[in-house]
């Protein structure tokens, strides 16, 4: 069954191996990236998503250079040496992917490399980024993220970006928003999505979300895609598969079994789910769903839901 999968730090993991270990990883089949290519077109998956992420390490003012070597090693890495590999710059190019091709989608997580500079910003969207996470889990100028103690909202400037979103047709993302932030945000927002988190009543973790968030998000049209780290579903550094569809249970409880989708996170956690450990371990994932939900319900959580809520979409549904 087809996947599409909005979050992966390939491009943070391959920027790292490069710097610090003077090593360039093979994206095509390096073992060291669990969402290489091969992994992908194991896993059936048809869509992947590239978070452009800088370390908290690195100083403020050299953020910027950082972002932009990541967006050089995502052209030069992944799609120049990888021709099955499509760079998708909007949302209508989805429904040209030919079978066999992959594509692959740039976005970023935290504003931080654009700090205040809206130049920067606008330099973002023509290189084709498609989803922007305000923050991550620290504070920026756009506001305070979902590791804040006693954390405020958005500022004027935060507000500002999401606008652009809106008229740019760019998922905002509130998977690392602070609780203030994420209502500040669901109230500018026209295409919200939360693309790697899961839910908090079942897992107390910062990065979840409440119910009523979820509600707010299923009301709006908003994307829930869930993540696979362990600490974010069960507390612990070892889950199941079975574990991770009770958060998948309880969206659906919800009324969100149209609003859900995945969001791995692939080479960017430390554990891993039980036999959902890499990209093509995708079908292990569908094969236990398919025993609880009917075939359109899946296809909705692995790629349909996804399809239906895109920015732009339009009524071509090859694909589905």
Known sequence: MNVIDTHCDALVKMQVSKREKNQLLNYKDSRQLTSNFLELQKGEVIVQFFAIFIKPYVPFEKKWDYALEQIDIFHTEIINKNPAMRHIKNWKEIENLKKGEIGAVLTLEGADPFGRNLDKLDYLYRSGILLIGLTWNHANHCGDGAGVTNAGGLTSFGKEVIKRNNTQGVFTDVSHASVKGFWDTIEIAEFLIASHSNVRSICDHPRNLYDDQIISMIDRKGLIHVVYNPPF??????????????????????????????GSDFDGI???????????????????????????????????????????????????
Do not use: M
Not at 235 to 260: M, P, R, Y
Not at 274 to 284: G, I, T, W
């Open 270 to 320: 430390k554990a891993t789910v039980n036999k959902l450990e890499k990209a093509s371990d995708y079908q292990n994932l569908i094969n236990e769903l398919l025993k609880f939900y009917s075939e359109d319900e899946v296809k909705g959580f692995a790629y349909k839901n996804f399809l239906r809520h895109r920015p732009l979409c339009t009524n071509n549904d090859r694909l589905l």
């Open 233 to 262: 579903i069960k507390e612990k550094q070892n889950a199941t598969i079975s574990d991770l569809i009770k958060h998948i249970d309880h969206l659906c409880s919800l009324g969100g079994v149209n609003n859900i989708g995945f």
